[in-house]
């Protein structure tokens, strides 16, 4: 794969719609914009322009919007043509064979970003911040992975460098001129600043727990005895009959995920197999499926039948449930026999519901969400910075190297070696936003986005 070869992809889904946009970028763009156009004279640089489509046989394959962006002006960097055909399969196939046979290549997956970051349109961390922004399912992910698009990891991280340059300068002054009167004298100052540095990037990593809730949704288990209503819940959750629900205790053996947005957080809600002493090997392997599950989860509903008594909850998970990660729904009080359950785990909050007759639900999903913003506390998406695997596996690296360094200043040993390990924790900041040698690596990164970005 060269980058001075040029590509194309189909940039809107597949299928039929009102329009379609085709997407090429690279050197051929240039004489492509008047040959598939049909004009002789070139089109406006970034201006929408109507035109036929004509192929290489002289055929007129459709008519639509053209857009030119030179060379440097656009999103990859390199001359890139977009044009916007009807939205018909047939049209878009006739087009993307017309190119072929001009000698085009089809884009892999997340090329176009690819060559914007190897064409310094934007640093790593901000081309990571695309695929962010296409795959996010909630709001609070959008607003953080647009932050992140504008550059808010790239800035932290050339914050970091620079504080790290100024203290390599002074320390190698004072190697190089130790019997001058330079501010060495004070070993006091690089301890501090390496100290501020080490805990600024701790914090950093620390929002890497973040990431798997932005992503996979904030991991919510059902639980409870036979019956309880479980597979009703998820059900009434998520809108459709995603689980069997019958009155024959044991229906759930397997769980069952759905994802569900609860006010602005993705929710993935999982339905399980009822808790309860059995003899039955199949109940008995969903139960221990619950237990693994339960390890995992963020967030618990414990469901209960209010006709009753109080269900035994397996030591192992309810050793798990606190008042900040668990509500316990007592559902089932449309039925004239059913008690009020306040003693029954008391620490933690109740929220009496009918399933059936929708009763209690509104209100029991207020208190969910309070719950969630209560414990979960995701920074404020407004000034979030949320570090992905990678960037946290670039930084950890930092982290040590600086910890070494401070090892270093505390014992007074003001020698090359701890500009080394300052240099290297520089190395870890600039990983994040694209210092990576390896090409593979990058391969791998891209290979995760859509095709046609
Ligand atoms: N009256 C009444 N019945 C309910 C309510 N919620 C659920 N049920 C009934 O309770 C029975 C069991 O419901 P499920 O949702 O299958 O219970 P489950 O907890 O998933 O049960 P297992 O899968 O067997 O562990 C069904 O007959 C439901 O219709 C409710 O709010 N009121
Ligand atoms: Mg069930």
């Not at 690819?114 to 934007?122: E, T, Y």
């Not at 911040?129 to 709001?139: E, G, K, L, P, T």
Request: glycine content about 6%; charged content about 25%.
């Amino acid at each position: 794969m060269s980058a001075t070869d040029t590509i194309f992809a189909l940039s809107s889904p597949a299928g039929e719609s009102a329009l379609a946009i085709i997407r090429l970028s690279g050197p051929l763009c240039l004489s492509l914009q008047s040959e598939l156009s049909g004009r002789n004279k070139p089109l406006k640089q970034r201006q929408a322009t109507l035109c036929k489509y004509m192929s290489i046989n002289g055929l007129e394959l459709d008519s639509g919007i053209f857009l030119y962006y030179p060379n440097g002006a656009s999103f990859t960097g390199e001359a890139m043509l977009e044009f916007m055909p009807h939205g018909n399969p047939l049209i878009v196939q006739n087009i993307i064979e017309d190119l072929l046979q001009r000698g085009l290549r089809l884009a892999e997956p997340g090329e176009f970003t690819k060559r914007a970051f190897l064409n310094g349109k934007m640093d790593l961390s901000q081309a990571e911040a695309v695929a962010d922004i296409i795959h996010a399912r909630s709001n609070y992910s959008l607003e953080v992975a647009r932050k992140q698009l504008a550059g808010s990891i790239g800035f932290k991280m050339s914050e970091l460098t620079d504080a790290l340059l100024e203290i390599i300068a002074e320390i190698e002054a004072y190697i190089d001129f130790p019997e001058e009167d330079l501010p060495m004298q004070d070993p006091n100052g690089p301890v501090k600043r390496i100290q501020y540095l080490i805990n600024e990037i701790s914090r950093l990593i620390e929002t890497n727990q973040y990431s798997a809730l932005l992503h996979d949704g904030i991991k919510t288990l059902i639980i409870g005895a036979p019956n309880a209503g479980k597979s009703s819940l998820i059900n009434c959750l998520v809108g459709s009959q995603r689980a069997i629900v019958s009155d024959i205790p044991g229906t759930t053996r397997d769980f069952i995920s759905s994802f569900i947005m609860l006010d602005s957080f993705r929710i993935e809600i999982i339905d399980t197999a009822g808790l309860h002493a059995t003899t039955d090997q199949l109940e008995q392997q969903g139960i221990e499926k619950t237990l693994e599950q339960a390890h995992s989860a963020d967030f618990f509903l414990l469901i209960m039948d209010a006709t009753q008594p109080p269900p035994q909850i397996p030591p192992e998970i309810a050793s798990l449930l606190t008042d900040e990660n668990c509500i316990v729904l007592e559902n089932k009080i449309d039925l004239g026999n059913s008690k009020d359950q306040n003693d029954f785990l008391k620490k933690l909050p109740h929220s009496r519901i009918s399933i059936t007759e929708g009763f209690g639900i509104d209100a029991f999903k207020e208190e969910w969400v309070k719950r969630i913003e209560k414990t979960i506390s995701l920074p404020k998406s407004s000034d979030a910075i949320v570090l992905n695997a990678r960037h946290t596996q670039a930084i950890k690296a930092s982290h040590k190297a600086l910890s070494s360094a401070l090892q270093k200043v505390d014992s007074q040993d003001f020698s090359e070696l701890i500009c080394v390990d300052l240099r290297a924790a520089v190395d870890g900041f600039s990983e994040v936003v694209g210092k990576i040698d390896n090409e593979a690596m990058l391969d791998k990164l891209f290979a995760n986005f859509c095709i046609g970005k």
